[in-house]
């Protein structure tokens, strides 16, 4: 049982545009979310979290909104340049809970 | 500072052996994960020590072990190794259980069963 989703494996978009990730999550217990950035042969890396008392989190190019009633999550880029072209992962934790984490979506920025 | 060493960073085995990896983490942290990331299937919870006990186990067979020594370092192990466990070994740790900035990952160990 997958608790938390990202149905899409991999996005392509141009530089300077809006990149926008999406994840949903299953369980309702989940009161903390975390975005993170992959390149490869290194350790996944912090990008921005939220917590379930906002609704929104930004920095700099970097924003998550989270929707509760709908579980869902999504992290917006802008403008989106070369150097974030990773994999994201979308990860949830609640209470105790070690950090459970989608599947991931592959992002290409194209110049 | 220092960030979270992982050793080694790449290792072949054949089926049936067994495999220790180590993880030191930044200074100060208490808790260590570890995590299996293999294509398709993202990053899978192994295991979550914090001041030298198991705290959160994940749905991983009995051949899957750990420990966590007094200084926060952990090893992980598998014995009777199988193809299937090929994969990236992932340790993270954080201050706590979880703090504003998550954890924060080494760079792995590549396992590759042969």
Redesign the interface.
């Known amino acids: 049982d997958q608790q938390v989703k990202q149905n899409s494996p991999s996005l392509s978009v141009q530089e300077g545009r809006i990149s926008i990730l999406n994840c949903d999550y299953t369980n309702s217990m989940f009161d903390y979310f975390l975005w993170y950035k992959k390149y490869p042969a290194e350790g996944p890396t912090f990008l921005i979290s939220i917590s379930s008392i906002k609704d929104k989190n930004e920095d700099g190019r970097f924003t998550v909104f989270l929707n509760k009633s709908a579980k869902h999550l999504s992290l917006h880029i802008v403008p989106s340049q070369p150097g974030d072209s990773a994999v994201y992962f979308c990860a949830a934790s609640g209470g105790n809970t070690p950090l459970v984490f989608g599947k991931g979506t592959r992002l290409s920025v194209i110049a | 500072k220092a960030g979270?060493t992982q050793t080694p960073r790449y290792l072949i085995k054949t089926r049936g052996q067994q495999v220790t990896l180590s993880c030191s983490p930044i200074s100060g942290h208490r808790s260590v994960?570890w995590?299996q990331q293999t294509p398709?299937?993202?990053?899978?919870?192994l295991f979550?020590y914090f001041s030298e006990t198991q705290?959160?186990k994940?749905n991983f067979p009995g051949r899957f072990s750990g420990r966590q020594f007094s200084n926060s370092r952990s090893e992980m192990n598998v014995s009777t190794l199988e193809l299937g466990d090929s994969a990236l070994y992932?340790c993270?740790s954080s201050l706590g259980?979880?703090n504003?900035?998550?954890?924060?990952?080494?760079?792995?160990t590549r396992l590759t069963v042969v």
Do not use: I, K, M
């Open positions: 979270v994960s995590y398709g299937q993202g990053l899978q919870f979550e705290r959160n994940g992932l993270a259980h979880l504003d900035y998550g954890y924060t990952f080494g760079s792995g």
